[in-house]
């Protein structure tokens, strides 16, 4: 079997950045794996002599490329020490090519076929394993084991085991297209309510777009074809189920609280209403609570802004109910603590996606139906922009990124003000963001600023935030909060060596809390 030239090249073109001196694990990508031949190394990890035919080899490998087609496909490059760089990083395999090709067909469940090129490089002989993609809805299994059998799919550049049921059927779903809001929910179109399709048209209308304008002047039954909510056999789709007819439990818990595990000021749980009219309510009310601060850092916008700005506000609400698992009975939570804003949703990240790769991995969602109509209400992004844009907004107003978190069962989005205690903490170590904390020169020159460990120590010259003594924080808080440069086309960073202040608080009242 003759793989495709791009893979290859790819691999080609993985083997050059080595050659030239960077480390063979930083080359590697979704669809780019470095391997090591096992046979190579002995018992005190010392180089030796490797196999031409060797069963736990081949298992490995197997399992590998199994984990690999049950993703996107790509290729192994094998004789490469992932930890190396340069010609140290070639140490070479003897594995026989076509062997080890019928290897892994025998040991994969259903037969997974990969090509399997030799190549040379720094003087020694390497394997170039092309994978394909896994087009059916049944994943690979690889016998990792006499007794053993594995199914995995490579989430970023790791392998991550599917365990249960849920996460099988989940990525069966996702393989065969199976989209749940395009399903017919067996609901007359009747049962959508008029304060619901009310909600549609001015959700249309407040987008100010003409052809949207338009759309909202057609009557009931011609505006929910065109949106694709009502079905040829006059029932609703399930996305129009959801968006117009009532519910018996809501579907949106809104909590306000003044803080953490303090008993809500205010709460929004609507049942008997279609989810946009939930989700305009819930909208309002966090606008009506969404005090306003003052923007006082040198790259950060001037003025007086939100403490949490609106598009983030929007784009975390819209996210949850465009991706979240829609079998699941649970609402979705938000809780609004002073100038936090935490939004849970229930059901795991989907298509590949994890904390780390969110910004960078494409975005997939379980309801495209859904998505498609958030979208021509213009409540969604276009596909795959929704995320960066809640990055852009919250970095452009001087606050510090979001964060988004898997657990118990779902996703977690958080977004803050400046003024949150720890919030530069907690955010700034979420993600593999460019932001440091303010430290010494010896500390600069030891450590790169996007590095994973933070520094917490104050420099001498920091200058304490102009907020009341309630809010100022204090000297172990002190931080300089790079934004996010690379999503502003701005590479400058703040100058000098002390901290800026983000943002301080406004002189204008609070909002009344009460419920």
Not at 167 to 174: D, F, H, K, N, P
Not at 250 to 259: E, S
Request: contains cysteine; glycine residues 8%.
């Amino acid at each position: 079997m003759s793989a495709s030239n791009e893979t290859f090249d790819a691999a080609r073109a993985a083997i050059a950045r080595v050659r030239d001196g960077e480390v063979a694990g930083d080359v590697e990508t979704e669809t780019l794996d470095c391997k090591e031949d096992p046979t190579r190394r002995g018992p005190a990890g010392r180089l030796q002599p490797g196999a031409v035919q060797d069963d736990d080899a081949a298992r490995y490998f197997a399992d590998e490329a199994a984990c690999m087609a049950n993703h996107e496909g790509g290729t192994l490059l094998v004789g490469l020490d992932d930890k190396g760089s340069g010609p140290g990083a070639f140490i070479g395999t003897d594995l026989d090519a076509a062997w080890l090709r019928h290897r892994i067909r025998d040991l994969t469940t259903p037969p997974l076929v990969v090509g399997v090129e030799e190549l040379s490089e720094a003087g020694v002989r390497l394997l170039a394993v092309s994978v394909p993609r896994n087009p059916g809805p049944e994943p690979h299994v690889a016998s990792v084991s006499k007794r053993g059998r594995r199914i995995a799919r490579r989430i970023g550049t790791n392998c991550h085991e599917m365990v249960g049921m849920a996460e099988l059927m989940s990525w069966a779903r996702e393989r065969s297209g199976y989209d749940w809001s395009a399903g017919p929910s067996d609901r007359p179109r009747g049962d959508g309510r008029a304060a619901a399709i009310d909600a549609l048209r001015d959700t249309l209308r407040e987008s100010r777009e003409p052809g949207r304008i338009e759309l909202a002047e057609h009557d009931d039954d011609a505006l929910l074809r065109r949106l694709q909510l009502l079905r040829d056999d006059g029932t609703l789709a399930q996305a129009g189920a959801l968006l117009t007819a009532p519910a018996r439990s809501p579907r949106i818990l809104y909590l306000n609280r003044q803080a953490v595990g303090a008993p809500s000021t205010h709460r929004i749980e609507q049942a008997g209403r279609g989810l946009l009219e939930e989700l305009r309510l819930v909208l309002d009310a966090i606008e009506a609570r969404n005090r306003q601060i003052t923007g006082a850092g040198e790259h950060a916008a001037r003025g007086v802004v939100r403490a949490i700005p609106r598009e983030a506000i929007r784009e975390a609400l819209v996210n949850a109910v465009m991706h979240r698992d829609w079998d699941r009975p649970e609402p979705i939570t938000v809780d609004h603590v002073d100038d936090q804003l935490i939004v849970f949703s229930p059901g795991e990240f989907f298509g590949g996606v994890t904390e780390q790769t969110v910004l960078t991995t494409a975005s997939r969602t379980r309801n495209r139906r859904l998505g498609d109509v958030l979208r021509s209400l213009r409540l969604a992004e276009r596909e795959g922009t929704g995320v960066d844009r809640m990055f852009v907004e919250m970095i452009r107003l001087g606050h510090p990124p979001p964060t988004f978190q898997q657990r118990d069962g779902g996703v977690r989005s958080r977004a803050c003000s400046p003024r949150t205690p720890r919030c530069h903490l907690r955010c700034a170590t979420r993600l593999a963001w460019p932001s440091r904390f303010t430290c010494s020169a010896r500390d600069r020159r030891s450590r790169s600023p996007s590095s994973p460990r933070m520094h917490r120590r104050s420099h001498p010259t920091s200058r304490r935030s102009s907020g009341s003594p309630s809010t100022r924080p204090s000297s172990s808080r002190r931080r300089t909060h790079d934004r996010a440069a690379f999503q502003l086309g701005d590479s400058r960073t703040p100058s000098g060596s002390g901290s800026e202040p983000c943002c301080r608080t406004s002189p204008a009242p609070r909002p009344s809390r009460s419920a």
